[in-house]
């Protein structure tokens, strides 16, 4: 960045400020750009040194709708600081995108997820290496999009996730629709709303039609407040330990894991899983790393366009009752080093819709399985870069 940019006073756009150190531009030019409005990004965070200076920038004061705050990625250690610096960086009130990453603090500042910013409709948290609580973000009544990557130290998402203890709302997350969870290594527990402990009959994620789950080697069970999500239409899971996909009826959750630990207080409650209407609206699912048991609940979400089953190693055969999900048009097996057979031929005919199979990286598949699918084409590609390819890209589009 050029020194003195604090002279530019009628200065309204700057989508980029880089702080520098020592006798580099400091933060507190920014606050003289009074008529500084719209988008920007704000890098070398950690070359502030406390809340003052942060509040120098007068950030509050300024129209800005969509702000990014990073700090330093090669400075992995808890950083005091960080948390006063943050403080200090308060947005105005209108703002409608953030973005927070490589953030060293243990605690995110009182105004993330303050009431006053109403208005935010997307946050991205990246990269938080020390908080071991994620926000509270459920009474936000426009929030639509969430992604939290890489919170490496959250163990439970809980009742701090959904609302405090001023909050009165009824629906939570009333306007979220894509909500992402990724590379959440030590998260082991995600609580339902219920049990808030003056929560009452709650509704949660009423508008939810995206959820991506991936990364998260140690999360077992989803909340049971999953199973009313009535708006959900992609489901991407890449947890390799989960043991339950929201809205399967529970005999048949049970009579896919008997060689579960026994004592387990969830699994006891399971007989009063609530029904669901999950099953009956997603249309797109990403099954990864998931345990070869849960590929028989599968045949449940029969409103499914596009299938996805990747790296599960333990599976050598498709459940035949994939034929159950008779709107499928698309189906996508991607290193599953022990697959050999698709169904019968009989299964794969009365999948009528499908009109595209790729089978990749799968070194046991028999290719003259092809003759029970005669009226699909068979894509099978093992270029190395394939996954970082179109199709992929199709899909989480």
Not at 166 to 188: G, H, W
Not at 226 to 250: A, E, H, I
Request: hydrophobic share 35%.
């Amino acid at each position: 960045m050029p020194n003195n940019m604090g002279l530019l006073t009628c200065l309204q756009t700057l989508p980029i400020f880089v702080v520098g150190q020592d006798e580099g531009p400091s933060i507190e030019e920014l606050g003289a750009l009074k008529n500084l409005r719209g988008e920007i990004d704000i890098y070398n965070l950690g070359f502030v040194e406390d809340e003052e200076e942060a509040k120098s920038a007068k950030l509050k004061e300024k129209e800005i709708f969509k702000l990014g705050l990073y700090w330093d990625e090669e400075e992995e250690d808890y950083r005091d600081k960080d948390e006063k610096v943050l403080e200090g960086l308060q947005p105005h009130r209108n703002l409608k995108s953030l973005t927070i990453q490589w953030f060293g603090g243990k605690k995110f500042p009182s105004w993330v997820g303050l009431s006053l910013h109403h208005n935010l409709i997307e946050i991205k948290l990246k990269c938080i290496e020390n908080c071991e609580e994620v926000p509270t973000l459920g009474h936000l009544p426009c929030l639509r999009v969430l992604e939290i990557f890489r919170m490496e130290k959250v163990r439970t998402i809980g009742s701090e996730f959904y609302s405090d203890e001023s909050c009165k709302n009824t629906i939570l997350f009333p306007a979220l629709r894509i909500l992402k969870l990724k590379y959440m290594y030590v998260l082991e527990e995600w609580k339902d709303a219920k049990e808030l402990a003056s929560a009452g009959e709650v509704s949660v994620f009423p508008c939810l039609e995206v959820l991506t789950l991936s990364g998260c080697p140690k999360l077992r069970y989803l909340p049971d407040s999953l199973n009313t999500c009535v708006s959900l239409q992609k489901l991407v899971v890449g947890c390799g330990d989960l043991r339950y996909l929201p809205g399967v009826p529970s005999s048949i959750i049970r009579s896919g894991i008997e060689d579960l630990p026994t004592g387990s207080e969830y699994l006891e409650n399971w007989d009063c899983l609530p029904s669901s209407s999950i099953q009956l609206s997603l249309q797109s699912l990403k099954f990864n790393r998931g345990p070869d048991t849960l590929l028989d609940q599968i045949q449940y979400f029969i409103a499914l366009k596009i299938l996805w089953i990747q790296e599960c190693n333990e599976m050598v055969d498709l459940p035949e009752s994939l034929d159950n999900i008779s709107s499928l048009q698309q189906l996508y097996l991607v290193c599953c080093r022990n697959l050999e057979h698709l169904p019968t031929k009989e299964a794969m005919q009365r999948l009528t819709q499908l009109k595209k199979l790729v089978i990749s990286r799968c070194p046991k598949f028999e290719h003259n399985e092809r003759i029970k699918i005669s009226h699909v084409p068979l894509v099978d590609i093992n270029s190395p870069l394939w996954l970082d390819g179109p199709y992929c890209k199709e899909f989480c589009d």
